[in-house]
């Protein structure tokens, strides 16, 4: 039996009551998902303890014995407790990598604040963007360690560590002691975290006696369960961990220490309560240098045609600011001296132009998000070639493309994700009558299909039925559009942008979110970024500039776990951004998909990349190296499997 409960931002959190078997509940990426505010509630008692933290540290340091300038990398380093006291201590290249954006984001503020110079940065420990030979000690700690289904991945972390290890280099793995948590885990506990919140715990041993499944149900005092989450750890003995560390190649195999942590709260330590530290060295030699390394990338850019009309533009056409946005693009991309480029922007003879270069370039940078022949429908078709001629590229996919170009689609996917969504409903073009109109006025119009904000202007901002047909005639007569409308509820909350560069399953960067600032708007303007705000510069509209969101650590939390999962879930690659809007409860609701998302100066992704200090120039770089990145891994998976 399950109950539905609320959480602050109105998401609906399903809370089940006795299970027999928590094993069945444990999804294989909790992972994924656990590692953000709760778990500083729960944990915080030791993992945001400093003098525990001070204490670990010293025991790191004397064990791994690096230089102050080797080279460390704090791996799975949560908010980056032990990187920063580290960097504190003198150390100059300290580097913590973590999955979670909400703890990594903690991190980089909280060591922004204190002075520290500690790089840190996203993604997934299987796949470390790091170079061979990178740093003389990596170091595991905190039980960050086991977290997976099958053996086979923490390998592959190890097979990571060695391969960034100088050789000689150290791994220091500080990990809970598999054989006593199985004779002594706490089957059930129950602790205030502080006067608000209190949580409660089951756990139980896997059938195969491997991991520890545990349960936690968090509660406050007001505003009832917040959370019900089932996680499972590995549990390694010291002689499971020095076997698979010398699977993998490492040596030297030592245990520094038995490490127990004590609780100010004088409460369930859980899996941190008895731990061992080991140490063991990488026996490998330097890596080759390839010559492969030293040469540049030859990247084809691909672009609209500025000689064929395009009827997104409000003159049909490329004009001077077109001109003008390529002129940056091409001044941007020549300053990264890692490249040459060569661009492609004539459609009549794209494809036999394309099958001149087949194995001239290593990949593609597709930026034509005009679509085939300036087609905005066509723009699939661009990605649909570029995979039947054999080329590798940027961004989306045709699937992914297609997904996002239907506004309604991705509605679909995001409702049955838990993800909320504005309530809409569509008008088909032979639909003429609005009989039982389903939603509340105030409405906003919007052609199903399309982007660049296509067919949305002010007009569009319906308060009754009237003014609705007029915003759909308009929409059909204005812009020739006879596809399905959406008709969706007009919400007036703030208008926010997510972008994300990068890719899950190897690094990526959730970019800082900004909110669109409609003060300079006349009253009694709706306050939308439609078409009239991106191209029409004697419009109210054009005043409009983006900002630094002003949002609560929930929402931003909330913001950046739901747009990676739809950067998953809708097959994204390399970048993305993500439209939403505040309801008027505060509730974050999602608007649309960009899959391919402008890539201009002036745009909405640069505008976000300089809040984080990114130049036009290295947000490109970093599109083409994510891209790199990820083909590179896949390229590395196929030989493996």
Not at 62 to 69: C, H, L, N, V
Not at 479 to 503: A, C, H, M, R, W
Request: charged share 25%.
């Amino acid at each position: 039996m399950s109950k539905i409960t609320k959480d602050k931002n109105k998401k609906l959190i399903e809370v089940l009551g006795p299970v027999e078997n928590l094993e069945s509940y444990v999804k294989a990426d909790w992972w994924r998902h656990l590692f953000n505010a709760n778990y500083l509630r729960t944990d915080g008692d030791v993992v945001e303890d400093q003098d525990i933290t001070k204490h670990e540290v010293d025991i790191f340091l004397a064990a791994i014995s690096t230089s102050q300038d080797g080279g460390i990398l704090d791996l799975c380093c949560g908010q980056g407790r032990h990187a920063m006291e580290i960097a504190t201590r003198g150390y100059t290249n300290v580097v913590g990598f973590d999955r979670s954006h909400y703890l990594i984001d903690r991190a980089r503020k909280i060591s922004k604040a204190n002075g520290l110079t500690v790089s840190f940065r996203e993604g997934d420990a299987r796949k470390l963007p790091f170079r061979n030979d990178s740093f003389e000690a990596v170091i595991i700690a905190g039980n960050s360690f086991g977290y997976f289904e099958s053996t086979e991945d923490d390998h592959r972390i190890l097979k990571e560590v060695m391969r960034v290890l100088k050789p000689e280099g150290k791994l220091l793995v500080d990990l809970t002691d598999g054989n006593y948590m199985r004779a002594n885990f706490q089957p059930r506990s129950w602790e205030w975290i502080d006067k608000d919140y209190f949580v409660c715990r089951e756990r139980s041993l896997s059938e195969n006696k491997e991991r520890l499944i545990s349960r936690e149900v968090i509660t406050h005092v007001n505003k009832g369960v917040i959370a019900d989450q089932f996680y499972a750890e590995r549990l390694y003995a010291n002689e499971d961990l020095k076997s698979l560390l010398t699977k993998v190649g490492f040596t030297a195999f030592s245990k520094i220490a038995n490490v127990s942590s004590e609780s100010k709260r004088n409460q369930d330590l859980g899996m941190m309560a008895e731990r061992i530290v080991v140490t063991v060295v990488a026996k490998k030699e330097w890596s080759a240098v390839k010559k492969v390394q030293q040469s540049k990338d030859t990247v084809l850019v691909l672009l609209g045609d500025p000689s064929k009309q395009d009827s997104v533009k409000p003159d049909g056409s490329f004009d001077d600011d077109d001109y003008h946005t390529i002129n940056e693009l091409k001044n941007a991309l020549s300053a990264l001296t890692n490249y040459d480029f060569i661009y492609l922007d004539r459609h009549n003879t794209l494809i036999p132009d394309l099958q001149k270069m087949k194995g001239k370039s290593n990949y593609i940078l597709n930026l034509c998000d005009e679509g085939f022949n300036n087609e905005a429908s066509k723009e699939l078709h661009i990605t649909a070639l570029l995979e039947v001629l054999g080329f590798h590229y940027s961004g989306g996919t045709p699937q992914c493309l297609a997904y996002c170009y239907d506004k309604s689609l991705v509605r679909g996917i995001a409702k049955e994700m838990d993800i909320p969504v504005p309530s809409a409903c569509m008008i088909n073009p032979e639909d003429i009558q609005y009989v039982e109109f389903p939603l509340t006025f105030p409405v906003i119009v919007k052609p199903n299909h399309g982007d660049s904000s296509f067919g949305i202007t002010q007009k569009n901002v319906c308060y009754d039925l009237q003014s609705l047909e007029s915003a759909i005639i308009g929409i059909r007569e204005k812009f020739g559009y006879n596809k399905p409308i959406l008709i969706e509820e007009y919400l007036t909350g703030k208008d926010i942008s997510v972008g994300i560069i990068g890719n899950p399953f190897t690094s990526y960067n959730i970019l800082p979110i900004i909110e669109e600032d409609y003060s300079a708007l006349p009253e009694g303007l709706p306050k939308i970024c439609g078409y009239e705000a991106k191209w029409d510069p004697s419009s109210p509209y054009w005043k409009i500039k983006s900002v630094p969101a002003n949002l609560s650590e929930d929402v931003e939390r909330f913001l950046g776990a739901s747009c990676l999962k739809l950067f998953e879930r809708l097959e994204c690659r390399d970048y993305a951004r993500f439209d939403w809007r505040l309801d008027n409860n505060g509730t974050p609701r999602l608007l649309e998909v960009n899959p391919n998302p402008g890539w201009c100066w002036d745009g909405h992704l640069a505008k976000m990349a300089k809040l984080q200090e990114m130049s036009y120039g290295k947000m490109l770089d970093n599109i083409l190296k994510s891209c790199k990145g990820r083909l590179s891994s896949a390229q590395v998976l196929e030989k493996s499997d």
